[in-house]
């Protein structure tokens, strides 16, 4: 029998209109296609025809119908409210800019994030490919503008972090100045996958060899140890803002100082918090593996992109920052043996912990680090020690279980690291507790969150947020092609 609905909320979160119908639950002929919390049609940002096939190809024959809704709103919320895409017909050239959700700005990390679900799918559909084309050609430009920046304008219009006293200066381009490595990661990781789905190698452009080579620059002068460095050098970062919170401004202007060890220095993590210590492991090992990757892409003879004096740079610099993770970012556990330490600073100090922003110790698989036996024994031991009572941000409680952040409350449990930790995990009971978790953790509004409380859902952060909401489109759809039993009738 269809569901009564007992009661209609209409909810408008920034330029969502979302529409929930609340019933006895979600019963067996709910249709999540057409009964979902989407904008309507008129009002998304960006179509995908191939996104919507999926949609009505997998979300009706899940066995949940609950997590089939999610997927339906989740999957195309990067494009359905966050996209703003154009076309030059003169140039034939592509532009997109992508909001990360509440905040109206455009973050490095939070775009490719975002738009990575939909990579193996550009293919197949032209206008979703020249989407994420136009996406790395905008990054592109914002790293010539200011490499060391973590979020960006549409246009020149200023930041509220206008005041903040940083080197270099704020640009009116600029949302906020933050030097966070894994921006620079991400950058490259995104540019990557796009040509190993797509095979297009026409993103090769003057623009984008002059940016990876400036990435390439920024990574390296951060490998020197702080005592090295000057106000007086070219690529020479400081930052401070007058505030309340520790956490959003770093110590002397140039935070703690790190000594040389083949791993770069970050100022601020993925949460957009200060470092406690300067080398932060996940981020380096993310550069590592993207550089390998890019490697791949410029030493290929035969492609647009092919530059030998890039090539063995990053070859090498990938080399040395993956020796500097194992040999200087690890610590012994006296429970869970060798791990990977948060962060270090290259002196022999180490701060052990895990937060839920990605990259973290849990994503370590996700951006194809793990290759080794040693290293999966390490990670291994580190997955062990960050979904333990030993890391200081991992919290339980009657409303699940799950990695939390600085960057939010105390007992406040992150979306993001549920599904990190399904994406990497090989047992079907932990991902079936994960979903589990998620499901019953949305406080009845179908999307996923940045935090909630650890005994009350309802106590959430940020109603929108697109990055979050992709990873669970991504996690369903993996599991459709690798673990199909979990989620079909």
């Not at 899940?62 to 997590?67: I, P, S, V, Y």
Request: one cysteine or more.
């Amino acid at each position: 029998k269809p569901i009564v609905p007992i009661l209609v909320i209409i909810l408008m979160c920034n330029n969502m209109l979302l529409v929930k119908t609340l019933g006895e639950g979600v019963g067996p002929n709910h249709d999540p296609v057409n009964l979902n919390n989407r904008p309507t049609a008129s009002k998304r940002t960006f179509r995908s025809e191939y996104v919507e096939q999926l949609i009505e190809q997998i979300a009706p024959n899940m066995k949940d119908e609950a997590l089939a809704l999610m997927f339906v709103d989740c999957f195309p919320n990067t494009l359905d409210t966050t996209v703003n895409f154009t076309h030059n017909t003169k140039t034939d050239e592509y532009d997109t800019f992508i909001i990360t959700g509440d905040i109206p700005a455009m973050w490095l990390r939070d775009s490719s994030g975002q738009v990575q679900v939909y990579l193996p799918y550009a293919s197949k559909d032209a206008q979703l490919k020249n989407m994420i084309k136009g996406l790395i050609a905008r990054q592109m430009k914002q790293i010539k503008i200011d490499a060391y920046a973590n979020a960006f304008n549409n246009a020149p219009t200023g930041s509220p972090h206008d005041s903040d006293e940083r080197h270099p200066k704020m640009s009116p381009m600029l949302w906020e100045g933050k030097y966070e490595l894994d921006s620079l990661a991400w950058v490259m990781w995104l540019s990557s996958k796009y040509i190993e789905h797509t095979h297009d190698y026409t993103i090769c452009t003057n623009e984008w060899f002059s940016s990876i080579q400036k990435i390439v620059d920024v990574i390296v002068y951060q490998q020197k140890s702080t005592e090295d460095t000057s106000n007086k050098d070219d690529l020479y970062y400081s930052f401070g803002r007058e505030t309340t919170s520790q956490i959003d401004t770093l110590v002397n202007y140039h935070g703690v100082p790190g000594r040389t060890c083949g791993l770069s220095k970050g100022y601020f993590r993925p949460s957009d918090d200060a470092h406690r210590l300067p080398f932060q492991v996940a981020s380096n090992a993310m550069v590592a593996s993207s550089l390998e990757k890019i490697a791949k892409i410029v030493n290929n003879k035969e492609k647009e992109c092919y530059n030998t004096k890039l090539g063995s740079q990053v070859s090498n610099l990938a080399l040395l920052i993956k020796s500097g993770v194992e040999n200087y970012g690890t610590n012994n556990h006296r429970l869970y043996g060798e791990i990977y330490a948060y962060e270090v600073d290259g002196y022999g100090s180490s701060y052990l912990m895990d937060d839920a922003t990605v990259p973290n110790l849990i994503s370590l698989p996700y951006f194809e680090y793990i290759q080794t036996s040693k290293q999966k024994e390490i990670y291994e031991h580190t997955r062990k020690f960050t979904l333990s009572s030993y890391n200081a941000y991992y919290f339980n409680g009657t409303a699940g279980d799950g990695i939390g952040s600085p960057h939010t409350d105390f007992n406040q449990i992150w979306h993001m690291g549920i599904l990190m930790r399904a994406l990497t995990s090989n047992d079907d009971a932990e991902i079936e507790h994960c979903l589990e978790i998620l499901k019953s953790s949305t406080a009845d509004l179908w999307f996923m969150h940045e935090s909630f409380d650890k005994n009350n859902p309802k106590q959430f952060t940020r109603s929108w947020f697109a990055w979050a909401n992709s990873l669970f489109g991504e996690l369903i759809l993996k599991l459709h092609s690798e673990r199909p039993h979990l989620i079909y009738k």
